[in-house]
């Protein structure tokens, strides 16, 4: 049988002391590192959760920022090239513009310098009608004859161009 010597009974009671020994200084101050640890694991869970849903947040609002700069973008190029149509356009327009003065200026200029050679011609012509008037007159006309007669002559041709 079972023989319960007095050692067993000391080895059982020095068990339970040391059972009781270990708890207060190693399984207590151990639990409380274990529940400290497993709280802060838990805090950095909670941060990593509160973290991914801003992140989450932060990426559609980067997102929606996105689409509106890509928007914004697109309506400058739009302006941008309205702008530049705009521009063209005047650019176009100012130089028709010019053209269209060089072009009226070098009529005026034809027109003045076809004057100035219908009025050299009118005076080619009215000493040459002179110059023939005289010989067949026979008779040398005076300076103020000359220029009566020329001043008549231009009257004349002057009415007849107004007449056409």
């Known amino acids: 049988m079972l023989d319960f010597s007095v050692t067993f009974i000391i080895t059982i009671i020095n068990i339970t002391i040391l059972f009781f020994v270990l708890r207060a200084l190693l399984f207590k101050p151990v639990s409380k590192l274990m529940a400290e640890r497993a709280k802060r694991v838990q ?87 002179m110059a023939v008037s005289a010989k067949l007159s026979a008779r040398d006309l005076s300076g103020d004859d000359n220029r009566r007669y020329v001043n008549m002559m231009l009257d004349e041709l002057s009415a007849q161009k107004g007449n056409n």
């Open 43 to 129: 805090d950095s869970i909670d941060q990593a959760k509160r973290d991914k849903e801003e992140a989450a947040k932060l990426l559609a609002e980067y997102d929606n920022k996105l689409k509106n700069a890509e928007a914004e973008a697109r309506e400058i190029l739009k302006t941008a090239r309205e702008n530049a149509g705009r521009q063209a356009q005047l650019t176009a327009d100012e130089g028709r513009k010019e053209a269209q003065d060089m072009v009226n200026a070098a009529l005026k200029q034809i027109e003045m310098e076809r004057q100035a050679a219908l009025a050299k011609f009118k005076l080619e012509a009215v000493a040459l009608v």
